[in-house]
């Protein structure tokens, strides 16, 4: 599904954000990406979506080479993946509704499949009483369910998520998780960049340690936790 | 966006307008100036009708004549006699004077060649064209047409990067919304239809203005001036064409610098 090889990526300022990356995501697994701030994390989930290119290396996605990948392409990839950010990345002027339907308007998806599909998915985060409300009328937990809805919408193998519990109460990041879960559980692959050490260390998923442009540890059923 | 934008594009459409009447006015009396410049050619007194006949027939097919028109010795005298006075009344006795021939040539620019091909014909006494006078002119008139050209490019430059400008700052903006469609496999082209069309209606918006007040203030100035300029060198280009032409290029520019300016700012944004 995933499969990066010699992946080498040095920034036009010198830093190195990863220094001979080699990993392989099977389909339909959990994947949480843990490390310190700036060992090159933020890189390793952008370079899955294109957002950023290796210097070298091949990242393959559904036997897609991302590394030769020309930018007319990248808007096809993006609709195979479903990316969560932080900050939620919502249209302030569009309600919970249209935010989600943006992304198959887009496609240039029908209408009547876009009213089925977004009711389809706000109905799995729990926001279809939410619909009409607009992003600055609901909590942080809230958003970021609108957004997740928005990643899943489209029916991704995979959903790429950016610390998406990082702006969140613990209260609410477990809600979260159990929307991620559930989207696994129907055979996404999930990749979750975070820095929740709780929430790694109890639901239990492969660990993979990104410290200095480098995996430095990768386990099944890991637990969290790196040496710097 | 649209305030900002629409004023720029209105003031300096109405710029560029006004330049546009005023440089296409200037070359209407270019043509003028151009196409008054004539040869006379002074036959020789001592030819006689059949000569002058033979002439003018020998002018006609040089190669670079327009027009020839044949003017009786008789005719130049009595010219000279209103210009000059009764005095030269005398010498209708006996015309000293040789028959004229007013020749035009096809092209202004070759009235020099024409005339030194015609000097060369027999039974002529003088073939006068304001030569040395002839050639600057010219000169100024192309050096006044192209320094006319490179004002309203240059106007039109300025235009699009003021305006470029403006709606780059709108569309900044606007940055946040491009990215996200962008991160959700939005194509560069679906991104950009929408600014382009707002483009558009920027632009036809923009040119409203200039188009109104040019229209009204150059038709106006033709109907107070062009009764008063009936035998002058210098004529107002006829209303109702030229309104329509630079209405409908002030109209295509608008348009064409909403679309260019959206598309130029909207560039910076797909690179996500």
Partial sequence: MIVMKDVYKKYPNGVVAANGINVKIARGEFVYVVGPSGAGKSTFIKMMYREETPTSGSIMINSINLATLRSKRVPYLRRQIGVVFQDFKLLPKLNVYENVAFALEVIEETPKQIRKKVNDVLALVGLTQKARMFPNELSGGEQQRVSIARSIVNSPKVVIADEPTGNLDPDTSWDIMKIFEQINSRGTTIVMATHNKEIVNTIRHRVIVVEGGMITRDEYEGVYGYES | MTFASVSAVTVTLLLVGVFIVIMMNLNQL????????????????????????????????????????YSSRDEELDKMISSFGDELNLYKQSNPLGDALYVKASNPHETAEVAAEIGTYDHIYQVVYGEGKIEKLFNVLTMSRNVGLALILALLFTAMFLISNTIRLTIVARGKEIEIMKLVGATNSFVRIPFVLEGIWLGVLGSLIPMGVISFAYYELYTQWEPKLQNELFQLLSATPFIFQVNALLLFMGVFIGIWGSFMSVRKFLRV
Avoid: C, M, R
């Avoid at chain 2, 270019?30 to 006689?48: C, F, G, M, R």
């Avoid at chain 2, 040089?62 to 027009?67: E, M, Q, R, S, Y």
């Fill in chain 2, 30 to 69: 270019a043509d003028n100036i151009e196409n008054d410049v004539e040869i006379k050619v002074i036959t020789d007194p001592a030819a006689d009708v059949e000569d002058v006949k033979l002439l003018k027939k020998e002018v006609q097919e040089t190669a670079g004549v327009a027009t020839v028109i």
